[in-house]
Protein backbone atom coordinates (compact mmCIF):
# COMPACT_ATOMS: atom_id res chain seq x y z
CA UNK A 1 0.00 0.00 0.00
CA UNK A 2 3.03 2.40 0.90
CA UNK A 3 4.28 1.88 -2.49
CA UNK A 4 0.73 2.60 -4.31
CA UNK A 5 0.95 5.77 -2.07
CA UNK A 6 4.37 6.68 -2.95
CA UNK A 7 3.39 6.09 -6.99
CA UNK A 8 0.46 8.66 -6.86
CA UNK A 9 3.00 11.37 -4.82
CA UNK A 10 5.76 10.77 -7.37
CA UNK A 11 1.85 11.62 -9.64
CA UNK A 12 1.49 14.62 -7.80
CA UNK A 13 4.64 16.66 -7.80
CA UNK A 14 5.50 15.84 -12.09
CA UNK A 15 2.02 17.61 -12.44
CA UNK A 16 2.47 20.47 -9.65
CA UNK A 17 6.22 21.03 -9.93
CA UNK A 18 7.14 20.40 -13.20
CA UNK A 19 3.94 20.88 -14.89
CA UNK A 20 2.96 17.27 -16.32
CA UNK A 21 -0.44 16.46 -17.32
CA UNK A 22 -2.68 13.37 -16.97
CA UNK A 23 -3.87 12.08 -19.88
CA UNK A 24 -5.43 8.73 -19.00
CA UNK A 25 -6.08 6.50 -15.79
CA UNK A 26 -7.79 3.45 -16.39
CA UNK A 27 -10.88 2.01 -15.01
CA UNK A 28 -8.53 0.30 -11.91
CA UNK A 29 -6.29 3.23 -10.84
CA UNK A 30 -3.57 0.83 -11.53
CA UNK A 31 -1.89 2.67 -15.05
CA UNK A 32 -1.22 6.26 -15.77
CA UNK A 33 -0.17 8.25 -18.37
CA UNK A 34 1.60 11.73 -17.68
CA UNK A 35 2.44 13.83 -20.60
CA UNK A 36 4.78 17.08 -21.05
CA UNK A 37 4.46 18.45 -24.24
CA UNK A 38 6.93 20.98 -24.32
CA UNK A 39 9.52 19.51 -22.85
CA UNK A 40 8.21 16.13 -25.76
CA UNK A 41 8.31 13.61 -22.41
CA UNK A 42 5.67 11.36 -21.54
CA UNK A 43 6.12 9.10 -18.13
CA UNK A 44 3.72 5.72 -17.68
CA UNK A 45 2.97 4.16 -13.98
CA UNK A 46 1.74 0.59 -13.92
CA UNK A 47 1.09 -0.56 -10.28
CA UNK A 48 1.65 -4.43 -11.19
CA UNK A 49 4.70 -6.87 -11.16
CA UNK A 50 4.70 -7.71 -14.83
CA UNK A 51 6.46 -11.02 -16.26
CA UNK A 52 9.43 -10.45 -18.47
CA UNK A 53 6.91 -11.72 -21.19
CA UNK A 54 4.76 -8.93 -20.50
CA UNK A 55 7.09 -5.92 -20.58
CA UNK A 56 8.97 -7.73 -23.83
CA UNK A 57 5.21 -7.89 -25.16
CA UNK A 58 4.30 -4.31 -24.35
CA UNK A 59 7.70 -2.92 -25.16
CA UNK A 60 7.03 -4.39 -29.12
CA UNK A 61 4.15 -3.20 -28.82
CA UNK A 62 4.57 0.37 -28.05
CA UNK A 63 7.64 0.44 -30.80
CA UNK A 64 6.16 -1.42 -33.18
CA UNK A 65 2.44 1.26 -33.19
CA UNK A 66 4.77 4.21 -32.61
CA UNK A 67 2.24 6.18 -35.07
CA UNK A 68 -0.92 5.15 -33.04
CA UNK A 69 0.78 6.39 -29.69
CA UNK A 70 1.59 9.37 -30.77
CA UNK A 71 -2.20 10.30 -32.09
CA UNK A 72 -2.95 8.70 -28.51
CA UNK A 73 -1.14 10.60 -26.73
CA UNK A 74 -1.74 14.37 -28.94
CA UNK A 75 2.31 15.12 -30.05
CA UNK A 76 4.99 13.69 -31.12
CA UNK A 77 7.72 12.96 -28.66
CA UNK A 78 10.97 12.17 -27.49
CA UNK A 79 11.24 10.26 -24.39
CA UNK A 80 8.69 7.63 -22.38
CA UNK A 81 9.76 6.11 -19.56
CA UNK A 82 7.69 3.32 -18.63
CA UNK A 83 7.61 2.68 -14.16
CA UNK A 84 6.38 -0.72 -12.71
CA UNK A 85 5.88 -0.35 -9.33
CA UNK A 86 6.60 -3.91 -8.33
CA UNK A 87 6.78 -5.99 -5.55
CA UNK A 88 10.09 -7.55 -6.53
CA UNK A 89 13.18 -6.70 -8.26
CA UNK A 90 13.20 -7.27 -11.90
CA UNK A 91 16.30 -5.86 -14.55
CA UNK A 92 14.68 -4.66 -17.38
CA UNK A 93 17.64 -2.56 -18.81
CA UNK A 94 17.36 -4.94 -22.41
CA UNK A 95 14.32 -3.35 -22.38
CA UNK A 96 15.02 0.10 -24.12
CA UNK A 97 15.17 2.43 -27.28
CA UNK A 98 18.13 4.58 -27.81
CA UNK A 99 16.90 6.25 -31.19
CA UNK A 100 14.00 9.00 -30.66
CA UNK A 101 11.45 8.34 -29.57
CA UNK A 102 13.90 7.45 -26.23
CA UNK A 103 11.88 4.59 -24.52
CA UNK A 104 13.41 3.34 -20.85
CA UNK A 105 11.52 0.64 -19.22
CA UNK A 106 12.25 1.01 -14.73
CA UNK A 107 11.22 -1.04 -12.37
CA UNK A 108 10.40 0.66 -8.80
CA UNK A 109 10.67 -2.17 -6.07
CA UNK A 110 12.18 -0.23 -2.78
CA UNK A 111 11.30 3.44 -1.65
CA UNK A 112 14.45 4.66 -2.96
CA UNK A 113 13.67 3.98 -6.52
CA UNK A 114 11.12 6.21 -6.53
CA UNK A 115 14.19 9.08 -7.28
CA UNK A 116 14.11 7.47 -10.79
CA UNK A 117 10.98 9.14 -11.86
CA UNK A 118 12.91 12.56 -12.01
CA UNK A 119 16.02 14.27 -12.72
CA UNK A 120 13.87 17.54 -11.08
CA UNK A 121 15.56 18.93 -8.12
CA UNK A 122 12.38 19.83 -6.34
CA UNK A 123 10.32 17.18 -7.31
CA UNK A 124 13.13 14.97 -6.29
CA UNK A 125 13.09 16.17 -2.82
CA UNK A 126 9.51 16.32 -2.31
CA UNK A 127 9.42 12.78 -3.25
CA UNK A 128 12.01 11.79 -1.02
CA UNK A 129 10.01 13.05 2.13
CA UNK A 130 8.55 10.54 4.28
CA UNK A 131 5.33 12.71 4.49
CA UNK A 132 2.56 11.05 3.32
CA UNK A 133 -1.06 11.27 2.52
CA UNK A 134 -3.62 8.72 1.05
CA UNK A 135 -4.47 7.55 -2.55
CA UNK A 136 -7.45 9.21 -2.50
CA UNK A 137 -6.47 12.52 -1.05
CA UNK A 138 -3.49 12.67 -4.13
CA UNK A 139 -6.24 11.57 -6.36
CA UNK A 140 -9.28 14.46 -5.80
CA UNK A 141 -6.31 17.19 -5.23
CA UNK A 142 -5.42 15.89 -9.21
CA UNK A 143 -8.76 15.05 -10.50
CA UNK A 144 -11.03 17.17 -9.24
CA UNK A 145 -9.02 20.56 -8.67
CA UNK A 146 -10.40 23.58 -10.69
CA UNK A 147 -8.39 24.90 -13.17
CA UNK A 148 -7.42 28.01 -11.03
CA UNK A 149 -6.61 25.72 -7.87
CA UNK A 150 -4.37 23.83 -10.23
CA UNK A 151 -2.58 26.55 -11.34
CA UNK A 152 -2.23 27.93 -7.37
CA UNK A 153 -0.69 24.68 -6.69
CA UNK A 154 2.03 24.06 -9.31
CA UNK A 155 5.12 25.10 -8.55
CA UNK A 156 6.75 28.41 -9.76
CA UNK A 157 9.93 29.44 -9.51
CA UNK A 158 10.04 32.07 -11.73
CA UNK A 159 7.10 33.93 -9.30
CA UNK A 160 9.05 33.04 -6.27
CA UNK A 161 12.59 34.40 -7.33
CA UNK A 162 10.79 38.05 -8.45
CA UNK A 163 9.66 38.06 -5.18
CA UNK A 164 12.70 37.30 -3.26
CA UNK A 165 14.47 39.98 -5.54
CA UNK A 166 12.12 42.84 -4.59
CA UNK A 167 12.10 41.82 -0.79
CA UNK A 168 16.07 41.88 -0.87
CA UNK A 169 16.54 45.12 -2.73
CA UNK A 170 14.11 46.63 -0.62
CA UNK A 171 15.65 45.35 2.57
CA UNK A 172 19.15 46.23 1.14
CA UNK A 173 18.01 49.83 0.75
CA UNK A 174 16.36 50.15 4.16
CA UNK A 175 19.37 48.36 6.28
CA UNK A 176 22.37 48.80 4.06
CA UNK A 177 21.78 52.28 2.53
CA UNK A 178 19.18 53.70 4.69
CA UNK A 179 17.32 55.76 2.03
CA UNK A 180 16.21 59.46 3.42
CA UNK A 181 15.14 61.10 0.61
CA UNK A 182 13.01 61.40 -3.06
CA UNK A 183 16.63 61.79 -4.22
CA UNK A 184 17.57 58.68 -3.20
CA UNK A 185 14.86 56.89 -5.03
CA UNK A 186 16.57 58.51 -8.49
CA UNK A 187 20.00 57.85 -7.31
CA UNK A 188 19.21 53.29 -6.79
CA UNK A 189 16.94 53.46 -10.04
CA UNK A 190 13.53 54.91 -9.82
CA UNK A 191 12.19 55.83 -13.25
CA UNK A 192 12.21 59.58 -14.04
CA UNK A 193 11.08 61.26 -17.50
CA UNK A 194 14.46 63.79 -17.11
CA UNK A 195 16.94 60.95 -16.32
CA UNK A 196 15.85 58.49 -19.28
CA UNK A 197 15.91 61.62 -21.88
CA UNK A 198 19.40 61.54 -20.81
CA UNK A 199 20.26 57.86 -21.54
CA UNK A 200 19.27 56.15 -18.69
CA UNK A 201 16.94 53.68 -20.30
CA UNK A 202 18.26 51.16 -17.29
CA UNK A 203 15.57 53.05 -14.99
CA UNK A 204 12.47 51.10 -16.93
CA UNK A 205 14.13 48.09 -15.03
CA UNK A 206 15.43 49.03 -11.86
CA UNK A 207 12.30 50.87 -11.00
CA UNK A 208 10.27 47.74 -11.48
CA UNK A 209 11.95 46.31 -8.15
CA UNK A 210 11.91 49.33 -5.71
CA UNK A 211 9.28 49.88 -3.50
CA UNK A 212 8.31 53.23 -1.22
CA UNK A 213 7.76 51.39 1.92
CA UNK A 214 6.94 48.21 3.96
CA UNK A 215 3.34 48.57 2.92
CA UNK A 216 3.60 49.37 -1.00
CA UNK A 217 5.90 46.21 -0.75
CA UNK A 218 3.78 43.88 0.77
CA UNK A 219 0.69 45.12 -1.48
CA UNK A 220 2.56 44.40 -4.87
CA UNK A 221 3.71 40.95 -3.17
CA UNK A 222 0.48 39.65 -2.44
CA UNK A 223 -0.48 40.41 -5.67
CA UNK A 224 2.57 38.75 -7.57
CA UNK A 225 2.05 35.55 -5.68
CA UNK A 226 -1.76 35.31 -6.73
CA UNK A 227 -1.29 36.27 -10.36
CA UNK A 228 2.46 34.87 -10.96
CA UNK A 229 1.35 31.57 -9.91
CA UNK A 230 -2.05 31.10 -12.11
CA UNK A 231 0.21 32.81 -15.15
CA UNK A 232 3.37 30.64 -14.88
CA UNK A 233 0.58 27.49 -13.84
CA UNK A 234 -1.05 28.11 -17.06
CA UNK A 235 1.53 29.12 -19.48
CA UNK A 236 5.06 28.30 -17.89
CA UNK A 237 7.57 29.64 -16.00
CA UNK A 238 9.49 31.08 -19.16
CA UNK A 239 6.26 32.47 -20.62
CA UNK A 240 5.36 34.26 -17.55
CA UNK A 241 9.15 35.54 -16.58
CA UNK A 242 8.80 37.52 -20.53
CA UNK A 243 5.54 38.73 -20.05
CA UNK A 244 6.60 40.34 -16.71
CA UNK A 245 9.50 41.48 -18.06
CA UNK A 246 8.09 43.04 -21.09
CA UNK A 247 5.16 44.22 -19.71
CA UNK A 248 6.58 46.07 -16.67
CA UNK A 249 9.01 47.66 -19.08
CA UNK A 250 6.24 48.98 -21.38
CA UNK A 251 4.18 49.79 -18.23
CA UNK A 252 7.30 52.25 -17.60
CA UNK A 253 7.22 53.52 -21.63
CA UNK A 254 3.92 54.56 -20.93
CA UNK A 255 3.71 56.38 -18.05
CA UNK A 256 6.87 58.33 -19.30
CA UNK A 257 4.96 59.39 -22.59
CA UNK A 258 2.33 60.58 -20.44
CA UNK A 259 3.90 61.49 -17.18
CA UNK A 260 6.82 63.82 -16.73
CA UNK A 261 7.45 64.85 -13.21
CA UNK A 262 7.31 61.70 -11.32
CA UNK A 263 9.44 59.25 -9.85
CA UNK A 264 7.85 56.28 -10.74
CA UNK A 265 8.83 53.13 -8.64
CA UNK A 266 7.19 49.67 -7.85
CA UNK A 267 6.12 45.95 -9.78
CA UNK A 268 2.55 47.03 -9.65
CA UNK A 269 3.20 47.84 -13.48
CA UNK A 270 4.25 44.30 -14.88
CA UNK A 271 1.63 42.92 -12.00
CA UNK A 272 -0.68 44.43 -13.77
CA UNK A 273 0.48 43.00 -17.00
CA UNK A 274 0.25 39.57 -15.42
CA UNK A 275 -3.39 40.70 -14.99
CA UNK A 276 -3.90 41.62 -18.70
CA UNK A 277 -2.33 38.43 -19.75
CA UNK A 278 -4.66 36.41 -17.58
CA UNK A 279 -7.47 37.95 -19.12
CA UNK A 280 -6.52 37.34 -22.41
CA UNK A 281 -5.74 33.59 -21.32
CA UNK A 282 -9.28 32.89 -19.95
CA UNK A 283 -10.64 34.68 -22.92
CA UNK A 284 -8.79 32.34 -25.63
CA UNK A 285 -9.43 29.50 -23.93
CA UNK A 286 -12.74 27.54 -25.47
CA UNK A 287 -12.90 25.19 -22.07
CA UNK A 288 -13.39 27.53 -19.36
CA UNK A 289 -16.60 29.12 -18.58
CA UNK A 290 -17.40 32.53 -19.86
CA UNK A 291 -19.25 33.59 -17.18
CA UNK A 292 -16.45 32.92 -15.05
CA UNK A 293 -14.30 34.99 -17.44
CA UNK A 294 -16.78 38.28 -17.13
CA UNK A 295 -16.85 37.84 -13.33
CA UNK A 296 -13.09 37.67 -13.06
CA UNK A 297 -12.36 40.68 -15.14
CA UNK A 298 -15.21 42.31 -13.46
CA UNK A 299 -13.53 41.97 -10.01
CA UNK A 300 -10.36 42.85 -11.20
CA UNK A 301 -12.01 46.14 -12.63
CA UNK A 302 -13.29 46.60 -9.68
CA UNK A 303 -10.48 46.43 -7.74
CA UNK A 304 -8.24 48.55 -10.14
CA UNK A 305 -11.06 51.35 -9.93
CA UNK A 306 -10.38 51.18 -5.90
CA UNK A 307 -6.86 52.14 -6.65
CA UNK A 308 -7.99 55.75 -8.36
CA UNK A 309 -8.80 56.63 -4.77
CA UNK A 310 -5.19 55.58 -3.55
CA UNK A 311 -2.59 58.42 -2.96
CA UNK A 312 0.89 58.23 -5.11
CA UNK A 313 -0.24 55.78 -7.32
CA UNK A 314 0.81 55.62 -11.09
CA UNK A 315 -2.41 55.24 -12.63
CA UNK A 316 -0.61 55.54 -16.33
CA UNK A 317 1.93 52.64 -15.58
CA UNK A 318 -0.63 50.22 -14.68
CA UNK A 319 -2.76 50.90 -17.38
CA UNK A 320 0.01 50.31 -19.90
CA UNK A 321 1.18 47.42 -18.22
CA UNK A 322 -2.17 45.97 -18.20
CA UNK A 323 -2.08 46.61 -22.25
CA UNK A 324 1.19 45.71 -22.53
CA UNK A 325 0.49 42.30 -20.92
CA UNK A 326 -2.62 41.44 -22.37
CA UNK A 327 -0.82 42.02 -25.93
CA UNK A 328 2.37 39.86 -25.35
CA UNK A 329 -0.24 37.12 -24.02
CA UNK A 330 -2.32 37.70 -27.39
CA UNK A 331 0.93 37.21 -29.31
CA UNK A 332 2.19 34.09 -27.50
CA UNK A 333 -1.09 32.71 -27.87
CA UNK A 334 -1.04 32.87 -31.66
CA UNK A 335 2.73 32.34 -31.92
CA UNK A 336 1.39 28.73 -30.11
CA UNK A 337 -1.17 28.24 -32.17
CA UNK A 338 1.03 28.31 -35.45
CA UNK A 339 -1.24 31.45 -36.81
CA UNK A 340 0.03 32.54 -39.90
CA UNK A 341 0.06 36.43 -38.88
CA UNK A 342 1.66 35.82 -35.83
CA UNK A 343 4.91 37.85 -36.73
CA UNK A 344 2.52 40.86 -37.84
CA UNK A 345 1.05 40.99 -33.70
CA UNK A 346 4.96 41.45 -32.90
CA UNK A 347 5.64 43.76 -35.26
CA UNK A 348 2.56 45.85 -34.60
CA UNK A 349 3.84 45.78 -30.61
CA UNK A 350 7.02 46.56 -31.44
CA UNK A 351 5.90 49.79 -33.91
CA UNK A 352 3.38 50.86 -31.33
CA UNK A 353 6.71 50.80 -28.54
CA UNK A 354 8.65 52.83 -30.79
CA UNK A 355 5.81 55.49 -31.36
CA UNK A 356 5.54 56.09 -27.56
CA UNK A 357 9.46 56.36 -27.22
CA UNK A 358 8.89 59.54 -30.13
CA UNK A 359 6.49 60.76 -27.93
CA UNK A 360 8.71 60.61 -24.85
CA UNK A 361 11.40 62.37 -26.61
CA UNK A 362 9.12 65.21 -27.85
CA UNK A 363 7.60 66.25 -24.39
CA UNK A 364 8.89 68.72 -22.40
CA UNK A 365 11.64 68.21 -20.00
CA UNK A 366 10.70 68.60 -16.49
CA UNK A 367 14.05 69.46 -13.70
CA UNK A 368 12.85 67.50 -11.45
CA UNK A 369 16.30 67.69 -9.93
CA UNK A 370 15.52 71.37 -9.69
CA UNK A 371 12.12 70.72 -8.40
CA UNK A 372 13.52 68.22 -5.16
CA UNK A 373 16.16 71.44 -4.59
CA UNK A 374 13.65 74.31 -4.27
CA UNK A 375 11.45 71.82 -1.96
CA UNK A 376 14.48 71.38 0.45
CA UNK A 377 14.80 75.02 0.56
CA UNK A 378 10.68 76.15 0.84
CA UNK A 379 11.65 73.46 4.09
CA UNK A 380 14.34 75.14 5.19
CA UNK A 381 16.91 72.26 4.79
CA UNK A 382 19.80 74.09 2.85
CA UNK A 383 22.30 71.88 3.92
CA UNK A 384 19.88 68.73 1.67
CA UNK A 385 19.39 72.28 -1.27
CA UNK A 386 23.49 72.00 -1.17
CA UNK A 387 24.24 68.32 -1.69
CA UNK A 388 21.58 68.62 -4.36
CA UNK A 389 23.03 70.87 -6.63
CA UNK A 390 26.32 69.00 -5.79
CA UNK A 391 24.74 65.65 -7.28
CA UNK A 392 23.67 67.45 -10.62
CA UNK A 393 26.72 69.01 -11.36
CA UNK A 394 28.26 65.73 -10.91
CA UNK A 395 25.90 64.46 -13.23
CA UNK A 396 26.11 67.68 -15.73
CA UNK A 397 22.26 68.01 -15.63
CA UNK A 398 22.43 72.23 -14.61
CA UNK A 399 20.14 73.98 -15.99
CA UNK A 400 19.64 77.76 -15.82
CA UNK A 401 18.17 77.24 -12.77
CA UNK A 402 19.91 74.87 -10.96
CA UNK A 403 22.59 77.87 -10.63
CA UNK A 404 19.86 80.31 -9.54
CA UNK A 405 19.32 77.80 -6.86
CA UNK A 406 22.96 77.35 -6.20
CA UNK A 407 23.57 81.09 -5.98
CA UNK A 408 20.52 81.76 -3.08
CA UNK A 409 22.15 78.68 -1.30
CA UNK A 410 25.47 80.87 -1.31
CA UNK A 411 23.52 83.40 -0.38
CA UNK A 412 22.17 82.25 2.53
CA UNK A 413 25.06 80.33 3.75
CA UNK A 414 27.96 82.47 2.50
CA UNK A 415 27.12 85.70 0.77
CA UNK A 416 26.11 87.76 -1.40
CA UNK A 417 29.79 88.25 -3.59
CA UNK A 418 28.98 84.50 -3.44
CA UNK A 419 26.02 84.01 -4.95
CA UNK A 420 26.88 86.51 -7.84
CA UNK A 421 29.73 84.88 -8.94
CA UNK A 422 27.55 81.51 -8.79
CA UNK A 423 25.10 82.98 -11.01
CA UNK A 424 27.58 84.46 -13.21
CA UNK A 425 29.48 81.32 -14.03
CA UNK A 426 25.77 80.23 -14.69
CA UNK A 427 25.49 82.83 -17.04
CA UNK A 428 28.37 82.13 -19.28
CA UNK A 429 27.13 78.36 -19.76
CA UNK A 430 23.68 79.80 -20.46
CA UNK A 431 23.85 83.16 -21.82
CA UNK A 432 20.18 83.67 -23.15
CA UNK A 433 18.65 82.69 -19.79
CA UNK A 434 15.99 85.77 -18.81
CA UNK A 435 16.29 84.25 -15.72
CA UNK A 436 19.72 84.45 -14.77
CA UNK A 437 20.40 87.54 -15.82
CA UNK A 438 17.30 89.32 -14.07
CA UNK A 439 18.80 87.27 -10.76
CA UNK A 440 21.91 88.83 -11.50
CA UNK A 441 19.97 92.22 -11.68
CA UNK A 442 18.30 91.35 -8.52
CA UNK A 443 21.97 90.48 -6.63
CA UNK A 444 23.43 94.01 -8.12
CA UNK A 445 20.68 95.82 -7.17
CA UNK A 446 21.08 94.38 -3.28
CA UNK A 447 24.42 95.93 -3.88
CA UNK A 448 23.07 99.27 -4.72
CA UNK A 449 25.17 98.47 -8.10
CA UNK A 450 22.56 100.35 -10.54
CA UNK A 451 24.54 100.14 -13.52
CA UNK A 452 25.02 96.63 -13.68
CA UNK A 453 21.62 95.77 -12.20
CA UNK A 454 20.19 97.78 -14.90
CA UNK A 455 22.41 96.18 -17.33
CA UNK A 456 21.13 92.71 -16.62
CA UNK A 457 17.96 93.43 -16.69
CA UNK A 458 17.49 95.17 -19.79
CA UNK A 459 19.40 92.06 -21.31
CA UNK A 460 16.50 89.53 -19.09
CA UNK A 461 13.42 92.40 -20.51
CA UNK A 462 15.35 91.50 -24.37
CA UNK A 463 15.03 88.05 -24.41
CA UNK A 464 11.69 88.04 -22.30
CA UNK A 465 9.78 91.14 -22.60
CA UNK A 466 6.54 89.92 -21.43
CA UNK A 467 7.68 89.38 -17.89
CA UNK A 468 6.17 91.93 -15.43
CA UNK A 469 8.36 91.07 -13.02
CA UNK A 470 11.81 92.34 -15.12
CA UNK A 471 9.46 95.66 -16.12
CA UNK A 472 8.71 96.21 -12.35
CA UNK A 473 12.39 95.99 -11.83
CA UNK A 474 13.51 98.51 -14.49
CA UNK A 475 10.58 100.74 -13.10
CA UNK A 476 12.31 100.23 -9.45
CA UNK A 477 15.95 100.74 -10.20
CA UNK A 478 14.79 104.24 -12.06
CA UNK A 479 13.14 105.14 -9.30
CA UNK A 480 16.19 104.51 -7.23
CA UNK A 481 18.54 106.64 -9.82
CA UNK A 482 16.31 109.38 -9.84
Known sequence: MEKLKRMWKSIYYLVYTEGYTILSIDEDNDEIWLTHEAKKTVKRFIHKTPTHQEVDFDFKKVTDHLSN?????????????????????????EFKQTSRPKIKYYVINEIKDFEKVTSHVVTKHQIKRNKLMSVTTYKNKLLNASFIDKFMLKFSPVTYFLIAT??????????????????????YGGLVHFNVVHGEWYRLFTSMFLHADITHLLMNMFSLIVFGKLIEGAIGSIKMGTIYLISG??????????????????????????????????????????????????????????????????????????????????????WMDNDKRKWLYFIGF?????????????????????????????????????KMITHIKNKHFESDETYILSGLIKANDKSLDEAILEWEKGLKAFPDSADLNYQLALGYRAKDDYDKAEKFNNKAIKLNGNNKNYSALKKEIAAFRS
Open 350 to 386: FVLTIILIIVIFNRQQHYIYDELTKDAMNQGNFNSAE
Open 69 to 93: LIEFIGFSFEQLDVFYISDKEMDLT
Open 249 to 334: LFAGIVSLSIDTTSISIGASGAIFGLIGAFIVYLFTKSNINKQFVLQTFIGILIISLFTLFINNVNHFAHLGGFIGGAIIMYCIQK
Open 166 to 187: NVIVWLSIVLVFKRDSQISLID
